[in-house]
């Protein structure tokens, strides 16, 4: 997903490491940033590269982001109770779906703006990108996606530069709670979710170019769904 759409790997990764290999969500949240980084690092790759990417709204949207996720994991996330960051999880990935089932209507790609510009509209979109990546171990590339489109960025330069956003801004959320040692990772789990993440990622931006985007959109949706309603499922009382 992370390869084809420049969003979705985070939606499914903290579950699975939540529920799949029975991690903390501490844990399952930074160990989500390790894998959502590589993932989007190497989709970006495959799809060509920071060439791709339009510096002149993405350097900024990036640099604010990063700053924001940094802050966010060394401040905040600390402070906020796992149970809201689950709640805020699920709220994200419904609302991922329902952005990406809309996107997949006909017409629903609008032309892009004539005239490309940073805005102060983007620049909040950036920072709360970043504060949603440290807080749930999301990067946030079906918020970067759109917001870069809004700012003028041709839909295909905005998947590739949303990769990068994702990227950074979640190497810089792991980076940040690593550093402040009071989270464990464990790497024999990290590792081979990565490296089929990583491959899956250099697939989809291989493919992206033969297979039919709206239907993909519609399907990854409804799994979207799925999942948030599975979390629900287990997290809310007397449910499971």
């Known amino acids: 997903m992370l390869g084809l759409l420049g969003g979705g790997g985070s939606v499914l990764a903290l579950p699975a490491f939540l529920y799949a290999f029975g991690e903390p969500p501490t844990s399952a949240i930074?160990?989500?940033l390790v894998v959502v980084s590589l993932g989007?690092?190497?989709g970006l790759a495959a799809r060509g590269g920071a060439?791709?990417?339009?510096?002149e709204v993405v350097?900024?949207?990036?640099?604010?982001a990063v700053a924001s996720a940094a802050a966010t994991a060394r401040f905040v996330a600390g402070v906020v109770p796992a149970?809201?960051?689950l709640a805020l999880f699920v709220a994200f990935a419904l609302a991922s779906s329902a952005s990406m089932w809309a996107s997949a209507a006909p017409g629903a790609a609008a032309a892009a703006a004539e005239r490309r510009s940073f805005t102060a509209a983007a620049a909040a979109r950036a920072a709360a990108v970043g504060a949603f990546t440290a807080l749930i171990g999301a990067g946030g590339g079906f918020v970067v996606v759109p917001a870069l489109a809004l700012s003028g960025v041709p839909v295909d330069e905005a998947v590739s530069s949303a990769l990068l956003v994702v990227c950074l801004n979640a190497a810089a959320g792991f980076a940040t709670y690593w550093a402040g040692g009071d989270v464990a990772v464990h790497w024999d789990v990290v590792a081979p979710v990565a490296c089929a993440v990583a491959a899956g990622?250099?697939?989809?931006?291989r493919a992206?170019?033969?297979?039919d985007a709206r239907l993909t959109k519609r399907l990854f949706a409804v799994l979207v769904l799925v999942v948030g309603v599975l979390v629900v499922a287990k997290e809310l009382p007397g449910v499971s």
């Open 40 to 42: 989007a690092g190497v």
């Open 201 to 205: 990622a250099a697939l989809g931006a």
């Open 208 to 211: 992206s170019a033969a297979v």
């Open 59 to 64: 350097v900024p949207f990036a640099a604010i």
């Open 51 to 55: 060439g791709r990417v339009d510096a």
């Open 83 to 85: 149970e809201v960051r």
């Open 30 to 32: 930074a160990e989500s």
